[in-house]
């Protein structure tokens, strides 16, 4: 069991190409052929080495066990940008966050470009609050960006008193978002708090949050669930109603020395985390943690679960430089596959 660190993919395509002598898929020699059939894949998003502007797609097919680089570069001819942080599946488009880049890459279900929102300082999360208009938080800008998602330009900013805004979410005309700031740069230790906005006037207030959070997710009851750890380093998990804004611990009877993500499967009603590398239940009505599978990774950098069936899937980062690992794992626990992938894996786009 390894220690985890914080930190999402859509799949109607079969792109052909060329496999090398372990099974991988080699960039596409001769451009790229879609075949839009079958539901056995999910794509991984890849943040890539800072710096080096080697972001990219990958295509895991589930059925074939195969995996296919550069997606993105393929259908584009260009390169995806440098340091992928987060996406967002808005309808029939994807907004895929490029954090080092400073913008929004704008495509179809098919990876086709759109177009590109740019003049960000150094985006995360990016959210939809209605039909034109989009949050966008930031690293150390102290704003939240507003964005135009139709014209894919910069509106105007949200003054906020943190320095550091991530996940967002929107519930009942307000936007939710994790914000924190340094406040003591030597031992690296953060205020965190949750920064509400009213969405029709845009008035800003916060929510105090007791420990530092790593992760959040929202179920279906208007519950935002946050993780993380207290001053002592141990493991946390508390929800925010956002109805009342009320804020209460869930868990924190925890076997474990680490709780890293949070993901909620609402199609069971079940909570997951990941507790020192492996995959637990988080059960609030009985203050417990229940062991789902046991998993030997290097290091897990990210962790989603699939709505429709129930899958879960864990990407390991391994040494943050070359390349990582995927694995799905089936309601049970159990192992279903796992494969290479590229340069440090971050997100999953399941069906």
């Known amino acids: 069991m390894k220690k985890t660190l914080l930190a999402l993919l859509i799949s109607f395509s079969l792109f052909s190409c060329d496999k090398d002598e372990d099974g991988r898929t080699l960039p596409f020699p001769e451009g790229c052929t879609v075949n839009t059939t079958g539901l056995d ?10 710096g080096s502007a080697n972001a990219e797609l990958g295509l895991w097919d589930l059925a074939a066990n195969s995996f296919t680089e550069d997606i993105y570069d393929c259908k584009n001819d260009e390169v995806f940008g440098d340091t992928f942080q987060s996406f967002y599946v808005a309808g029939e488009r994807i907004f895929w966050v490029i954090n080092n880049s400073g913008k929004i890459v704008v495509t179809d279900q098919s990876f086709n470009k759109l177009g590109e929102i740019n003049g960000l300082t150094s985006p995360r999360y990016f959210v939809p609050i209605d039909e034109n208009y989009a949050y966008v938080t930031d690293l150390f800008s102290g704003v939240i960006t507003v964005v135009n998602h139709q014209t894919y330009t910069v509106s105007h900013t949200i003054p906020v008193v943190v ?23 030597v031992n690296y230790i953060y205020d965190y708090s949750v920064v509400k906005v009213n969405l029709l006037n845009e008035t800003v207030s916060y929510i105090d949050v007791p420990f530092s959070v790593s992760d959040a997710d929202t179920d279906e009851l208007g519950n935002l669930w946050l993780v993380g750890s207290d001053s002592d380093f141990s493991p946390l998990a508390y929800t925010l109603d956002m109805s009342s804004d009320e804020l209460n611990m869930a868990v924190n009877n925890f076997a474990g020395s680490s709780l890293a993500f949070v993901r909620v499967n609402n199609s069971n009603e079940n909570v997951y985390g990941i507790v020192d590398g492996d995959i637990y239940e988080l059960d609030r009505a009985t203050n417990s943690t229940s062991l789902v599978s046991d998993l030997d990774l290097t290091y897990v950098y990210g962790f989603d679960v699939n ?43 399941v069906p």
């Open 163 to 185: 320095e550091w805004t991530e996940k967002a979410f929107v519930f009942e005309g307000s936007a939710y978002l994790i914000g924190s700031t340094l406040i003591d740069n």
């Open 41 to 50: 894949k999910v794509f991984i998003a890849h943040e890539g080495n800072f």
């Open 307 to 349: 709505q429709n069936n129930n899958d879960m899937y864990v990407l390991d980062a391994s040494d943050f430089s070359g390349n990582g690992t995927a694995v799905r794992i089936n309601e049970v626990g159990e192992i279903s596959s796992q494969i290479e992938v590229g340069i440090i894996p971050k997100a999953v786009l």
